[in-house]
């Protein structure tokens, strides 16, 4: 059996990737995509809690992470369409209207 | 010295102190809301209406203060927090009720004053509505029982003074001064306030969590002295302040932007004796710390000759007034600080009536003169304005130190006590006394020079010099027999309770020397500038001499250069250091760390990408960076 | 299988049911709505505003046992809090009334969003289970962001709508990381076990890194420093109601949580945590002061300003235990208060097509309008601390927790803060009284819902800071509720 903490580090990594992303990419939708790296590594983390502490909290935790993360991107690809109907762009680096 | 302790007074619950300061308020409310609708007339009335009764009933609480006792009007509880109990309470004692006569008589007159005044004015509803609050904080600020409820009238009245410095607000140079004084007064607040922390934290640390000034007084004794002298030269700092004395005395020369009764009210008779009053009320504590004294009453001194000497050479009838209540109020603090604190609130009574009758005076003479306030364009307005004339010379006359008249007591008194007072020294009184001759000199110049001789000003102007109506002239009469007599009211004796009892015993010289220079410097005044005709170049002693010291006559002229120097020392470097801030820090340092980081990890990163502001990149890093400083701290 | 229903108390979640009623009605409503008729919407959700309102009031006290397995009470500090979302809702719905016609915003979901983003802020005060209040969290957020861009006109809104939600999705995740980690190291995440657990074996590692992620997560809704960076663009590019609604309630609803968490659920150890916070307090305050000077643009220097006041708030949260819990949920009544009222000011100045949020656009204001000057100098006054305006009362409560608790340098730091703060509150007053401004033609009316909030605001900032002892006393009780 693969010890718990095996997973709580593997979670920890994709968290910093996931982190990582956010900090390096420019295009939007893959930072977005990161920021779901991101709740998908803590679900890792949720699951191998609820397995070491054997109840079942954590998993219905992940249910409910993974449909508010459902309806994060139902909203953010929504607002990143608005943004690339007006700017036409999805480069972060181009969305500097507002600054200081 | 021994102060009976402050538990041990009478003490009398009364339940009308709160209409003293309520009738201004209301006057204030109704200005506001009413006052637009039913126009010059009513307001006229209302407004020093409204002062009057205040003054009825502080009259009613003063005459049945009992002796050596106090009264107490407890409106309701305001803050409690935890240990912490500040109620609204009002509180007469000998020396709020010296006080609240003052303002409010005082306070009565000037108003009364000013309906003549601004009678031109379009904007008299505002102007009498800032003039009822100002008085409103004011009685707060002297009558408030604990230190927050005096911080509350403290914040109003700056606030009042800042709006009415402004009050002509087109005018640029009006709304920097008005700035100028907000600043100086913000210093002095944070003096104010930490002093105020500090004192609460440091009796609360022996378990007396309290802001009331009796239980203050109670427990003072337990605090070690270098906190006391610490706590002592915070609130001097307020003082200094908003009572302007050195360095902080730069905006009230300014403030003589504001319309003349404002000057007179506000910039001379009560707002900036709070200082005054502050450490008064807190005697208990600066008599605890001998340094905090000293320093005081070193400022004070080192004020009262160092404003005079830049009254001398001013040509600004309104800012000759405006350094000599910059000197005024550095006897009062000398008085304060070598512990004769009666002798100092006698002279904040006596300087109101003189100063204030000078003031409304001298904008007698403005208004008469449409406008002009440079003494060199007046000259020969004896006979024109009788009244003013003959009110102005007692003015001159009392503050001068002549024999028998109010400022001869009051100033006398601080300058003996600073000669022998245990807490006094010899040099203390030769600066005041020297400061006493200037004040002579420079006020009878700027009486010689305005009423006598013959008249300067443009024919056009000279034609239409009036003497002021009634109602202005009204309040001078008054303010001129108050300037007489004031010095026969034992404000002295009635705050014995407060302060002690005592009389320094002083060589004739030392008692006699300050009138002597007084009479002195009347009687120079009256050789440069009667028997030679003053202004002419080339002509008369005063010329003569001004030439003569040409350097220090332009460093009196320029006021020391101050106000250069503060720009230079200060103000500058500050707007430099936030411009760096804002300019390096943000777009060269943060901008530069994304820039940094991107470059190692991502080496084909275009540079100015990330020179670019405004970047949800750059907040994710910030972002970032918190949280692992957060965890780092956690996790070593 | 043998499953047993747990015992479920429904009066607990009642204001949130009927908010989330109304929201619905106003969704489905504007469905068969003309396009001028949309202001009954508002009206519909004030009407349900306040009878939610009238509800908490009656469940004041009643209801302090927890219910839904003990994942929700509502126990007095919920209904405060309650009471605040109320009032913030109210007045926002209030000032949109106009605004949403000056700005061209005509889209019916607007009030339904504002409806939702509250039933959020009410289960974040009353969850007592990390999940929930993460559910809550996001309920808000995610109407939230939509609310930030819903101005389509503008280009600034899109880019203040897409900036916060990226952050704040980016910021959940820690958080969610936060509570993850807390699970690992309690076994449970609701705050009762916690709190328990807390108390019998102090802390962990885990408990620690989940802890230092649960205040970078708050720490971003609240807007301190450093995860305060997204405030000003944000801030600045929604529309000004959103903007109010945002600084106000949003603030309010993550300090219930946060403060529920901390100063309770992990007040057995807090020496692990009152040592960041204190820095986070000291820098958020200053950091936010000092930039806030040189703003031109007046939603921006308010952003800054609220960014300072969160740090005051920190202040409250240091102090911890009744004194500064009660003064943190007072402070926050009266930073609601009138920051509210100063962005309804701020509406009330913008005319179509011309939001006029320039710092210039105040010049004259006192004299050409007299009424809305008096009350945004009332509004500076307070922010900057002038007694007696609440802004004084609450920033005293607060430092006089501080001194009590022993943090005289924080204390410190605070009042030198706020003495500073003064300068760019008093530049507006400046402007509008010493200044002469360029005429602007059409007068903004008063007499209309936006005016009544706004003398709502006035007069609440008046009153609660001359008598504040009643306000304070139900804040104290309210908090010791939580046990």
């Known amino acids: 059996m693969v010890p718990t903490s095996y997973h709580l580090i593997l979670s920890g990594i994709l968290f910093t990737i996931g982190v990582t992303g956010v900090l390096l990419r420019r295009n939007i939708i893959i930072i977005f995509m990161s920021i779901e790296l991101m709740l998908n590594a803590v679900n890792l983390s949720f699951v191998a809690l609820a397995r070491h502490f054997g109840n079942m909290d954590g998993q219905i935790i992940v249910f409910f992470v993974m449909s508010v993360a459902a309806a994060e991107v139902a909203v953010g690809l929504a607002i990143i369409l608005l943004v690339f109907r007006g700017r036409e762009t999805v480069n972060v680096d181009e969305l500097n209207l507002m600054r200081w | ?636 | 299988m043998d499953m047993t229903l747990p015992a479920v108390n429904w009066l607990s979640v009642l204001p949130t049911l009927l908010l989330s009623v109304t929201g619905m009605l106003a969704l489905f409503w504007d469905i068969w709505m003309k396009d001028d008729e949309r202001s009954l919407l508002g009206w519909l959700s004030l009407t349900g505003i306040v009878v939610t309102a009238l509800c908490s009031w009656l469940l004041w006290g009643q209801n302090d046992v927890e219910s839904f397995s003990g994942m929700f009470a509502l126990d007095a500090y919920a209904v405060f809090f309650h009471l605040v979302f109320c009032l913030v809702a109210g007045l926002t719905v209030l000032m949109s009334l106009t605004y949403l016609e000056t700005a061209e915003i005509r889209h019916g979901e607007y009030y339904a969003l504002i409806l939702f983003a509250t039933v959020g802020m009410t289960v974040m005060a009353a969850a007592t289970d990390l999940i929930l209040i993460f559910l809550g969290l996001e309920t808000m957020s995610i109407a939230v962001y939509v609310l930030a861009g819903i101005w389509r006109q503008h280009l600034t809104s899109h880019e203040a709508a897409l900036k916060y939600f990226l952050l704040g999705a980016f910021a959940s995740g820690f958080l969610l990381y936060g509570i993850a980690l807390i699970y690992g190291a309690t076994g449970s995440v609701q705050l009762g076990p916690i709190a328990e657990h807390v108390g019998a074996q102090g802390s962990s590692p885990l408990l620690l890194i989940g802890m230092g992620l649960l205040i970078v997560g708050f720490g971003f809704k609240v807007a301190a420093v450093p995860f305060h960076v997204w405030t000003p663009d944000v801030y600045q590019g929604s529309p000004t109601t959103v903007t109010a609604f945002m600084a106000v309630g949003v603030k309010a609803a993550a300090f219930a949580a946060f403060a529920r968490i901390f100063l309770h659920t992990l007040g057995a150890v807090h020496t692990d945590w009152q040592g960041i916070l204190w820095v986070v307090a000291a820098l958020t305050m200053t950091v936010g002061n000092i930039t806030a000077l040189v703003q031109h643009n007046i939603k921006r220097m308010l952003a800054y300003s609220s960014i300072a006041h969160a740090g005051y708030l920190l202040v409250a949260m240091v102090a911890g235990k009744e004194l500064g819990g009660a003064a943190l949920m007072y402070y926050l009544v009266a930073y609601g208060l009138m920051n509210l009222g100063a962005f309804g000011v701020v509406v009330a100045v913008g005319r179509k097509g011309e939001p006029h949020e320039e710092l210039d656009d105040y010049a004259g204001l006192g004299f050409r309008h007299p009424a809305l000057g008096m009350a945004m100098t009332v509004f500076m006054l307070s922010l900057t601390g002038v007694p007696p305006l609440v802004g004084f009362t609450g920033k005293f409560y607060i430092f006089s927790a501080a001194v009590q608790a022993g943090y005289i340098w924080l204390a410190i730091i605070g009042v030198l803060n706020s003495v500073v703060s003064a300068y760019y509150y008093i530049r507006v007053v400046v402007n509008m009284y010493m200044r002469e401004g360029e005429a602007i033609v059409e007068l903004p009316s008063l007499r209309s819902a936006l005016g009544a909030a706004i003398l709502i605001a006035a007069i609440g900032t008046v009153l609660m800071g001359v008598f504040p002892s009643a306000s304070m006393s139900w804040a104290g009780a309210s908090f010791l509720s939580l046990g």
């Open chain 2, 1 to 636: 010295m021994e102060h009976p302790h402050a538990a041990e007074v009478a003490v009398q619950t009364v339940s009308y102190l709160r209409y003293i300061v309520l009738f201004p308020l209301l006057g204030v409310v109704f200005n506001l809301f009413l006052g637009p609708r039913y126009g010059r007339q009513v307001v006229n009335w209302v407004s020093p209406g409204m002062i009057f009764l205040a003054f009825c009933f502080a009259f009613a609480a003063f005459v049945q203060l009992p002796d050596g006792g106090a009264l107490v009007d407890s409106v309701y509880p305001w803050i409690y927090s935890g240990a912490l109990h500040v109620d609204i309470a009002l509180r007469v004692d000998p020396l709020s009720g010296t006080m609240i006569m003052v303002i409010t008589g005082v306070g009565f007159l000037i108003h009364v004053y000013s309906v003549g005044y601004m009678a031109h004015d379009d904007d008299v509803v505002r102007y009498f509505a800032y003039l009822n609050l100002f008085t409103t904080a004011m009685l707060l600020l002297v009558l408030g029982d604990n230190i927050l409820l005096l911080f509350v009238g403290w914040e109003g009245v700056g606030l009042c003074s800042y709006l009415l410095i402004g009050f002509w607000y087109t005018d640029d140079e009006k709304a920097s001064a008005g700035k100028k004084a907000f600043i100086v007064n913000r210093i002095g607040d944070a003096g104010f306030l930490l002093g105020l922390f500090l004192l609460f934290w440091s009796l609360g640390a022996h378990g007396v969590w309290t802001l009331s000034f009796s239980e203050i007084a109670a427990h003072a004794s337990v605090l070690p002295v270098t906190t006391v002298t610490l706590i002592c030269l915070l609130f001097f700092v307020g003082a200094a302040g908003k009572s302007a004395q050195i360095p902080l005395y730069v905006w009230l020369p300014d403030a003589m932007a504001g319309p003349t009764p404002v000057s007179a009210l506000i910039h001379a008779a009560t707002m900036v004796t709070a200082g005054i009053y502050l450490i008064a009320r807190m005697h208990f504590l600066y008599s605890l710390s001998q340094t905090a004294l000293a320093v005081v009453a070193v400022v004070g001194a080192v004020t009262a000759l160092f404003a005079a000497t830049i009254a001398l050479v001013q040509t600004d009838i309104k800012k000759v007034l405006a350094y000599s209540t910059v000197s005024q109020l550095g006897y009062m603090f000398l008085g304060l600080g070598v512990g004769a604190y009666a002798a100092g609130v006698f002279h904040v009574m006596t300087h109101a009536f003189f100063k204030a009758l000078l003031f409304l005076g001298a904008g007698s003479v403005i208004h008469g003169m449409s406008e002009e306030q440079d003494i060199r364009k007046m000259g020969g307005l004896r006979s024109k304005m009788p009244t003013t004339y003959g009110t102005f010379a007692i003015g001159c006359l009392a503050i001068a130190g002549f024999p028998l008249l109010s400022g001869f007591f009051s100033k006398d008194l601080i300058l003996e006590h600073a000669f022998g007072s245990p807490h006094g020294s010899p040099l203390l009184w030769l600066i005041g006394t020297l400061g006493a001759g200037l004040t002579a000199f420079y006020m009878f110049r700027l009486f010689f020079v305005t009423f006598w001789g013959e008249n300067r000003s443009d024919p056009e102007i000279a034609h239409h010099i009036h003497e002021s109506p009634q109602v202005m002239t009204m309040p001078l009469v008054v303010l001129a027999i108050l300037s007489l007599i004031g010095g026969y009211f034992t404000v002295p004796e009635l705050l014995s309770p407060l302060y002690g009892h005592e009389h320094p015993h002083v060589s004739p010289l030392v008692k006699y020397l300050p009138t002597l220079l007084g009479l002195g410097g009347i009687g120079l005044a009256y050789r440069l500038y009667v028997q030679d005709p003053p202004f002419v170049p080339g002509r008369g002693g005063a010329d003569r001499l001004s030439r003569q010291f040409a350097g220090l006559h332009q460093l009196l002229l320029n006021k020391y250069y101050v106000d250069e120097l503060y720009e230079a020392a200060i103000v500058r470097p500050l707007l430099a250091a936030s411009d760096w801030l804002w300019k390096v820090w943000d777009t060269v340092v943060i901008d530069g760390l994304v820039n940094g980081t991107a470059q190692v990890i991502q080496a084909n990163g275009s540079v100015l990408r990330f020179w670019q502001t405004g970047n949800v990149q750059t907040y994710a890093l910030s972002f970032c960076c918190g949280a692992i400083v957060i965890l780092g701290y956690y996790l070593w």
